[in-house]
């Protein structure tokens, strides 16, 4: 499985960023689906999840409420929708994928067997 990342940029506190990820896979609906993000100096750190139906989702504590994570499976493709974008947001971001079942409960990103290329996100105060 193949994945790209699109969308990032540059953009000030209180903007939004809409991200993209296209996967290569066929059966991208047999895909869980993940959004990571490492900053300058720190780990990767899971921002969102959302299960190959796209009926579940998972959120971290610093995201919740502000980002909103989606997919098309006809379009086989997941986004990352990040509104009211803190200086804090500041990373590359990346997706993942993985066969696993989303009901586990563990998002971690050891648990991702497939990974996109990163696409930074500034943000500026």
């Known amino acids: 499985v193949q994945l790209q990342a699109s969308g990032g940029g540059s953009v000030q506190v209180g903007d939004s960023l809409r991200l993209s990820c296209v996967a290569s896979?066929?059966?991208?609906?047999?895909?869980?689906m993940g959004w990571f993000r490492q900053g300058p100096g720190k780990e990767r750190e899971v921002v969102a999840a959302?299960?190959?139906?796209?009926?579940?989702?998972y959120y971290s504590d610093s995201v919740k409420g502000r980002f909103n994570i989606s997919r098309d499976n006809a379009k086989d493709t997941t986004y990352l929708q990040m509104n009211n974008l803190k200086p804090e947001d500041t990373a590359v971001y990346y997706c993942a994928a993985r066969q696993t079942s989303f009901y586990s409960r563990d998002y971690r990103a050891s648990t991702y067997r497939y990974w996109g290329q990163g696409t930074q996100v500034t943000v500026s105060s």
């Open positions: 959302i299960s190959n139906s796209g009926l579940g989702t």
């Open positions: 896979q066929r059966t991208f609906s047999d895909l869980v």
